[in-house]
């Protein structure tokens, strides 16, 4: 490993000892640092071959960790989608988080309207804009507020 190449891996290891990081994040984090593609490349598969990265572990906790702040299985994944995660590694990272997302909308619920019983149209539709903004799915949506939209 000459210089360079040491450098850019003890840059992702001090990363990756804060948080999770996603293959593609660390790529950005080291091209903006100015490392020629080919030690990126090298430094990343040393981070996978050692254990030290996993974009499987990132979507796991990344889960979580979006849905414990509030938000709903269809923005979690729009967003790990963005961060460069494929799609198998996402639903494999959903299932091993663990989410129960109809406790989840209930407690957004809660804390957002407060018990407030959506009686009309209107506050109906604002409810639903916020969960569906959220990320919640029709289904989960219709099961906090009972509704039915069929």
């Known amino acids: 490993m000459d210089e360079n190449e040491k450098e850019a891996f003890n840059i992702s290891v001090r990363l990756l000892s804060r948080r999770e990081y996603a293959r593609k994040e660390i790529r950005l ?4 640092r100015g ?5 990126i490349d090298s430094v990343l598969d040393q981070l996978l071959a050692n254990g030290y990265q ?3 572990r990132f979507a796991m906790h990344f ?5 414990s702040k509030g938000y709903g299985p269809k923005r979690i994944r729009l967003e790990l989608q963005q961060k460069g995660v494929d799609a198998d590694v996402i639903d494999s990272g959903f299932e091993q988080s663990d989410v129960d997302w ?5 407690e957004v619920c809660q804390k957002k309207f407060k018990g407030q019983v959506a009686d009309n149209w209107e506050e109906k539709a604002r409810q639903t804009r916020f969960l ?4 919640f ?7 906090c507020l009972g509704l039915d939209f069929d």
Do not use: H
């Open 132 to 135: 569906d903004y959220r990320g």
């Open 137 to 143: 799915t029709t289904e989960q949506i219709e099961s």
């Open 63 to 67: 889960t979580r960790f979006r849905a």
């Open 35 to 39: 490392f020629a593609e080919d030690i």
């Open 54 to 56: 996993s974009d499987a």
């Open 102 to 106: 109809y406790a989840r909308v209930a």
């Open 29 to 32: 984090k080291l091209a903006q």
